[in-house]
């Protein structure tokens, strides 16, 4: 499981999304799946935030252009996001 043991107790911001009926299927499979691999259970919003957060914190490329301190609305715009 590339998901790691997580516990839901930060504030999050919410935020609407929405997703193809085969995501979200796939999403509620992986949240049962994230149940009996840790015997805990997380609501779609927790797992959602940390497969995001897993994804962004494995992209070297953001991770570098985030560390050198530039504005977030100019790493948007870039070519390459967005």
């Known amino acids: 499981m590339k998901l790691k043991r997580f516990t839901d107790s ?3 911001e919410r935020v609407s999304i929405g997703f193809k009926s085969s995501t979200l299927a796939d999403l509620k499979a992986y949240a049962d799946f ?3 691999e840790t015997g805990d259970s997380a609501t779609l919003s927790a797992l959602v935030q940390q497969i995001v957060c897993s994804f962004m914190s494995d992209d ?4 570098r252009v985030k560390a050198q301190g530039r504005p977030v609305r100019e790493i948007a715009s870039g070519n390459r996001i967005g």
């Open 10 to 12: 930060k504030k999050i």
């Open 34 to 36: 994230y149940q009996q």
């Open 60 to 63: 070297r490329e953001f991770a």
